[in-house]
């Protein structure tokens, strides 16, 4: 074997050898082939010529020692390395030249892992149904996060290492995202070298739950998992729990008790309070469930004082009076329209509205027995009724801010202006 032959099995053996897919450094060559510079450049430029290696440079991505992305054109390859210190230049096998070299029986039953060993970037990623989540979320030994954006699945610290949970289930989901088609709709977002990570039992899994079409990465998933970036944005269940704790806030300048019981913050967040994972009356029936509580039930006597009743007479068909108790969105309605003045009152009567509609859909299957229907349609309802409720909340938050002892309380930029996303 010549030198080019023998630093292509080098660069290839290092790739399939590293725990992590890692690149070899070009000084690592130098070193081991006591090359000069032209020597080793006219080698690694005939190996890119050739097909079969690529380099990554550290630029695009910071980390060269891993190939997050496809490579680049061979022209820009070969230019940039006649530029570059090789001191921070990493070499990886080709596609094509893994193809020849590795056995998938070696990776049986880990699809993903063996997608890395044929060369596939570590932050290409693969979308998956909805239903993948369900396994997790339901499972209250694994520790499940979602904010609609990004989120994380790991084993409870209960069952970390433990005889309860089978070691092929101790799995850990450092970053799962969402992405969508043309149409909106909404599948699982995962890069190739988080599912690598996984148990073989759970790469099955998750592989079972492929889907096909054209799903592009959410906007701020992307910012996150691929520039680095911070959102620009925060999903409207997000919005809507920082809604509720500013308003609470602003009680306590207003010196009432918190209007909201209940600011759903942190652990207190229930694991559905998020877009449905399953199209299914089911799941939407919960949701509406959980909205209603989070709003009509969730508001606090309490922080009406004296200023409304909390009772009224009904007199019935034989003249008998019975006190009945007023509804929490009725007082709620009842007490804007003794403090709150307002030339235009269509908003309020509008959000209003939409609490009572909440109420009336968690009334329906709170007293009926229907079969679960599998159906896109609970989707897009979910959708228009969290709008429709954050919407409301946002409301009392902006009248607030016009209570006198209110004037100058901060609120967040991104809450302010808006800036949330709905899907």
């Not at 630093?7 to 690149?23: A, M, P, V």
């Not at 097909?51 to 940039?80: C, M, V, W, Y």
């Not at 004082?305 to 009904?314: A, C, K, P, S």
């Not at 959708?383 to 909340?393: D, N, Q, T, V, W």
Request: one cysteine or more; a neutral charge.
């Amino acid at each position: 074997m010549n030198k080019k032959d023998d630093i292509l099995k080098k660069i290839t053996e290092f790739y399939l050898g590293s725990r992590d897919f890692n690149g070899l450094p070009i000084r690592n060559i130098v070193q081991d082939f006591k090359l000069e510079e032209a020597e080793l450049n006219r080698i690694l430029i005939s190996l890119i010529q050739d097909g079969r290696i690529s380099l990554t440079f550290g630029d695009i991505q910071p980390n060269p020692h891993i190939k997050a992305f496809r490579e680049e054109p061979k022209e820009k390859q070969i230019a940039r390395l006649k530029g570059s210190n090789l001191e921070y230049i990493c070499a990886y096998p080709s596609c094509m030249n893994l193809k020849e070299v590795v056995d998938p029986l070696k990776y049986q039953d880990r699809p993903f892992t063996l997608r890395l060993a044929l060369g596939e970037p570590q932050l290409s990623f693969e979308s998956f149904d909805l239903s993948v989540l369900e396994f997790y979320r339901n499972d209250p030994r694994y520790s499940y996060t979602n904010n609609d954006i990004t989120g994380s699945i790991c084993v409870s610290d209960e069952y970390f290492e433990s005889e309860k949970m089978p070691s092929s289930d101790q799995v850990l989901l450092q970053h799962f995202g969402f992405s969508y088609d043309s149409e909106l709709n909404r599948a699982v977002a995962v890069h190739l070298w988080y599912l690598s990570n996984l148990s073989p039992e759970h790469q099955q899994i998750w592989n079972a739950k492929i889907v096909q079409g054209d799903y592009k990465l959410h906007p701020d998933y992307f910012r996150i998992s691929i520039l680095g970036q911070f959102p620009e944005r925060v999903s409207i269940f997000e919005a809507f729990v920082e809604e509720l704790h500013h308003i609470n806030e602003m009680c306590k300048l207003m010196h009432r008790p918190m209007l909201f019981r209940n600011e759903l913050r942190g652990n207190e967040k229930p694991r559905e309070f998020c877009l449905i994972i399953r199209p299914t009356s089911k799941e939407y029936n919960d949701f509406v469930h959980l909205l209603d509580k989070a709003i009509s039930e969730n508001i606090n006597k309490e922080f009406f004082l004296n200023d409304v009743q909390f009772e009224y007479d009904e007199t019935r068909n034989n003249g008998k009076v019975v006190v009945r108790q007023k509804g929490t969105i009725q007082i709620l309605d009842e007490w804007l329209r003794l403090k709150f003045t307002t030339q235009d009152r269509k908003p309020i009567e509008e959000m209003i509205n939409n609490f009572k509609e909440i109420r009336r859909l968690r009334q329906h299957p709170a007293h009926s027995i229907d079969d679960n229907v599998f159906d896109q349609k609970y989707f897009k309802q979910q959708r228009e009724l969290i709008i429709k409720a954050y919407s409301g909340i946002r409301l009392i938050r902006l009248i607030f801010e016009n209570y006198p002892e209110v004037k100058g309380y901060k609120i967040p930029d991104h809450i302010k202006s808006g800036k949330i996303w709905t899907y």
